[in-house]
T-cell receptor
């Protein structure tokens, strides 16, 4: 069964460093998303991406964040200068169409020290 | 601010019982509704999607949607200890292509 994959599973970084989180969405899906979940809190939407551009983003997704689809399979989230409060689980998701089921990857646990 | 509200629980039910999980949402024009299950430290896993008023059944799970009351629920019949997890209600608000999640209800099924 097709699934969303994410790498790395864990990332530890120093405050102020750049991190890139990688995702491979389900192959025939056209819509891609990033969510985050701070420990003990709800899952929060960050950004959605369609047709090689951002379609929606939340207030969390400020200038420190960027997304890219560098090739036909990968979808990345870059955090330019990490802060302590960026420590969270980051989930990538994909869907075949707008409003359809979003399938989540296993997540990347990011710890900023 | 579009919100999705769930009782945080824990909801404790004996094995074999029916577990009833509830969710309300604030955006009246929401169109897509989802229940996800999340085990500790894992990602959300889809249980059910529902788009129209009424009931939708899939195995031991039944989702119920009432758009007039802005209410969606999930029933789990014949609950098993393996159903013990946090159940997340997610809503796609009208005009947006994103999910807004509730905080989740923690379900504990005891033998």
């Amino acid at each position: 069964e097709p699934e969303v994959t994410q790498t790395p599973s864990h990332q530890v970084t120093q405050m102020g460093q750049e991190v890139i989180l990688r995702c491979v969405p389900i192959s025939n899906h056209l819509y891609f998303y990033w969510y985050r979940q701070i420990l003990g809190q709800k899952v929060e939407f960050l950004v959605s991406f369609y047709n090689n551009e951002i379609s929606e983003k939340s207030e969390i997704f400020d200038d420190q964040f960027s997304v890219e689809r560098p090739d036909g399979s990968n979808f990345t989230l870059k955090i330019r200068s990490t802060k302590l409060e960026d420590s969270a689980m980051y989930f990538c998701a994909s869907s075949s169409d707008r409003g359809e089921t979003q399938y989540f990857g296993p997540g990347t646990r990011l710890l900023v020290l | 601010q579009k919100e999705v509200e769930q009782n945080s629980g824990p909801l404790s039910v004996p094995e074999g019982a029916i577990a009833s999980l509830n969710c309300t949402y604030s955006d009246r024009v929401s169109q897509s509704f989802f229940w996800y299950r999340q085990y500790s430290g894992k990602s959300p896993e889809l249980i059910m999607s529902i788009y129209s008023n009424g009931d939708k059944e899939d195995g031991r799970f039944t989702a119920q949607l009432n758009k007039a009351s802005q209410y969606v629920s999930l029933l789990i019949r014949d609950s098993q200890p393996s159903d013990s997890a946090t159940y997340l209600c997610a809503v796609s608000p009208g005009g947006y292509n994103k999910l807004i999640f509730g905080a989740g209800t923690r379900l504990a099924v005891h033998p």
